[in-house]
C-alpha cells in the first residue's frame, strides 16, 4: 500500500468534531495519490462534503471513478482475496453515558448512533487507518480493542472494491 504523503496535514486539517477524512483516506490508498487529489475529484465529482462521509458516498466515489464496489456483512465476507481492497466501516463505541448500555442502535445517521463510524482500509495483508497509520492484518483485533487511537469497537459491514 502507498501511503499518501499528505495523510497527517489533511486529517488534521479535516479533524472536526465527530467527522474527519478517513473515508477519503481509504480512497486515496486505493487509488494511489493524495487525500487532496481525492478530496478536489469528490467535488469535481458532484459529492457533498458535509465534514464526513458515508457507505453510499464512498460507493458513488468509487463508481463514478470506474471501480466495481460490493458490500457485504463482515460476518458474510469471504476470505480476504490479495487482490481487492477493502474498505471496512468499524464502529468505536461512543461515550455518551445514556448510549452506553445499548451499543450500536440507532445507524439511521451516525449522530443518533451510539457508535461512531470510522473507515479503515484493508489490502495485501496490510491494514491503514489515517489515525493509527499501517499495520499488518493480524494486529487488527488489537486495533478494535482499542488498543490504538480509539476506544473498543466492532467491524459492522465492509465494501469490497475491484478495477474494473
Not at 486529517?11 to 480512497?27: M, P, R, V
Not at 458474510?76 to 448500555?101: A, C, T
Not at 443518533?112 to 499488518?136: M, P, Q, R, Y
Request: charge should be neutral.
Amino acid at each position: 500500500m502507498k501511503i499518501p504523503t499528505d495523510t497527517k496535514s489533511m486529517t488534521e486539517k479535516y479533524k472536526i468534531n465527530k467527522g474527519g477524512i478517513c473515508g477519503q483516506s481509504c480512497l486515496a490508498i486505493i487509488e494511489e495519490s493524495s487525500i487532496h487529489e481525492v478530496m478536489y475529484d469528490w467535488t469535481a465529482l458532484g459529492l457533498e462534503f458535509r465534514g464526513w462521509s458515508g457507505w453510499k458516498q464512498l460507493r458513488e466515489y468509487l463508481e463514478k471513478k470506474g471501480f466495481d464496489v460490493k458490500q457485504k456483512r463482515w460476518n458474510k465476507l469471504e476470505i480476504l482475496h490479495e487482490d481487492y481492497f477493502y474498505i471496512l466501516r468499524v464502529q468505536w463505541l461512543g461515550s455518551n453515558p445514556d448510549k452506553l448500555n445499548k451499543p450500536f442502535y440507532g445507524y439511521n445517521h451516525w449522530s443518533e448512533a451510539s457508535a461512531h463510524t470510522h473507515f479503515i482500509v484493508v489490502h495485501g495483508g496490510k491494514v491503514f487507518c489515517n489515525e493509527d497509520g499501517l499495520f499488518e492484518f493480524d494486529g487488527l483485533s488489537k486495533y478494535l480493542n482499542g488498543e490504538g487511537y480509539f476506544q473498543s469497537g466492532v467491524i459492522t459491514s465492509a465494501m469490497r472494491i475491484k478495477s474494473s
